[in-house]
């Protein structure tokens, strides 16, 4: 994991490199407002609505995923951004190498914990002592 050079985990990469395909024949219109981030989408059968800076749009696929589909991809590439930076925080590899390091030294405390515990129980002395401390 940590030789991947990209900015989000390779299998959300799979899924934004299939919404770019499927970004084809989909034409935006900008609604204007001054940040650019307020459109609807036309094939021109099917309209949704997108805004990218509440990362939403009507067909709920990137509001319920964090991954842009490809309504919002149409639009991100209508304004020369990079559909990466609109992928959800949780998708990218700098927050998934830092929770597998927090989980990795979680684990160790909880090992040490047990180490320290395990010693703990054998300093209490023999069986006959514990009934006479339980009593
Ligand atoms: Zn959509």
């Given at each position: 994991m940590l030789r991947y050079q990209g900015k989000i985990c390779p299998m959300i990469r799979k899924i934004v490199e299939k919404a770019k395909k499927d970004a084809v024949g989909w034409t935006p219109i900008w609604h204007g407002d001054s940040e650019y981030s307020q459109f609807s989408i036309t094939d021109g059968t099917d309209t949704y609505a997108v805004n990218l800076i509440a990362r939403?749009?009507?067909?709920?696929k990137w509001d319920l995923s964090g991954i842009p589909c490809a309504h919002a991809i149409t639009v991100i590439f209508y304004n020369q951004a990079n559909p990466d930076d609109y992928v959800?925080?949780?998708?990218r590899l700098v927050y998934n190498v830092y929770f597998f390091v927090f989980f990795l030294f979680y684990e160790m405390n909880i090992m040490i914990m047990l180490a320290e515990f395990s010693v703990s129980i054998q300093l209490v002395g023999n069986k006959s002592s514990w009934i006479h401390m339980i009593i």
């Open positions: 939403s749009c009507a067909c709920r959800a925080h949780w998708y």
